[in-house]
């Protein structure tokens, strides 16, 4: 798991399965929940915790398209890749949704 940080300094992370395929984010939120059954903790699985829903973002995708993942993951980050995750592709980095929006603020207003 690669941990994606932003203004907050808390970590969602985006994780890969043994042959580097993307599988999703675990979220911090989701960590937290091992939290409660501490016993059950280093039991616990990526891949019973890992958000397979999220689509990731490509370095050609517009702002329009990042907006409408952040509307349906709910998350404030998605990982960028350099092309479609089922090509092996690389990770780039993460897009908050803070500097998504900060930036379109200064494009709306110049």
């Known amino acids: 798991m690669i941990p ?4 907050s300094h808390e970590a969602d992370y985006v994780a890969f399965d043994d042959k580097g ?21 280093p039991l616990l699985l990526v891949g019973e915790v890992v958000r397979t829903d999220v689509p990731p973002l490509v370095l050609a995708d517009s702002a329009e398209r990042a907006l409408e993942l952040f509307a349906r993951s709910e998350l404030d980050f998605l990982p960028v890749f350099s092309e479609a995750p ?23 207003t110049g």
Do not use: C, F, N, W
């Not at 690389?90 to 494009?107: Q, T, W």
């Open 86 to 108: 089922h090509m092996r592709p690389a990770l780039k980095g993460v897009l908050s949704r803070a500097a998504l929006m900060r930036r379109y603020h200064i494009e709306l």
């Open 21 to 41: 395929h993307y599988l999703g984010i675990v979220t911090l939120a989701d960590l937290r929940l091992a939290e409660v059954q501490p016993d059950a903790a």
């Open 4 to 7: 994606a940080r932003g203004e």
